[in-house]
């Protein structure tokens, strides 16, 4: 597996051909449609733990496990070979995929989605990204670690079975430098001036004590959602305390997009260690399939966020 960067943006890449065995790439899509048909042989289900790679720890309930991690059977990155990135003839950049790679297998129920779960679930989930995201960036050579969640086939997922991620890796995400470096041009933190904006916009979406959910003004996918709280934190450690609070918005969010049938990924934007990024959530539904306009870095996007955040709110999309 490599780490290459393109040759004049500071966007890079995962050559990781490994991944080309994914189980999904063997399923019917079918299967994906009738969640018993995978049971039998999905390796997050109990019984099957045999099926998947070794444990690394678990949250138990009556005896048993409740919630699990692992290492990716079919990792992005891995702790082998090199974490310096090197330039050659000025445009040919590159390293090993440097860092880690881990599941959460967040229920033993298969056919339980996020959308189905309790705050409590959600909360304990949050837990596990904590403890895991600061073990990882005791790693030489890690410079960001990234919690996030894929839901739906067309969300990139390959096992039905209800699972987050975490990865590490060797470098900064393209968008995550842009937004750590960008936000504090001024001397003080935009994001928090975009709170105060938008939590009485028609973008907003819910807001409690500590944070505020909203439909960015430019929003890149239909429904697209940001979740941020309202001070100044930099991660998910910054505010452990709060973690049934964001379970609460996470789950608003998920059980309208439940009423969509949605696909979806959710990144959990903490800020880089050396940067004061303020963290935040992002969710992006995946119910339209991006052209030509959007490889180029401009978006398309049918659902103006007004009227997303009125779904969200419980209005009417006619």
Known sequence: ????????LDRFVFIASNRAKRPRDFVRDDAFKDPKKSKENCPFCPGN???????I??????????MRWIPNKFPITEEKGNANINTEDNFFTFSDAFGKHEIIIETREHEKQLWDFEIERISNLLRIFNWR????????????????????????????????????????????YEKATKSNRYGSCEYCRII???RDSLRSILETENFISFAPYASINNFQVAIFPKQHFRNL???EGMFDELSHHISFIAKKLKL???PFNIEFIQSPEEFNLHFHVEIHPRLS??????????????IPPEDAANFYKGGSLD
């Not at 890690?142 to 975490?166: C, E, M, T």
């Not at 991006?290 to 049918?302: A, I, M, P, Q, R």
Request: charged fraction near 25%; include cysteine.
């Open 237 to 239: 450690g910054e505010i």
């Open 260 to 262: 969509l049938n949605a």
């Open 133 to 176: 995201c600061k073990e990882m960036y005791k790693i030489p050579g890690v410079r960001y670690v990234l919690p996030f969640k894929n839901h739906g086939a067309d969300a990139g997922i390959s096992l039905i079975h209800s699972h987050s991620q975490i990865l590490s890796m060797n470098h900064i995400p393209k968008e995550v």
């Open 289 to 302: 399939k991006w052209g030509g306009v959007e490889l180029t870095g401009s978006y398309v996007n049918v």
């Open 196 to 198: 105060d904006i938008e």
């Open 1 to 8: 597996m490599e780490l290459r960067k393109d040759y004049v």
């Open 49 to 55: 733990e045999h099926l998947a790679t070794g444990e």
């Open 57 to 66: 720890g678990r949250i138990e309930k009556d005896g048993d496990w409740d």
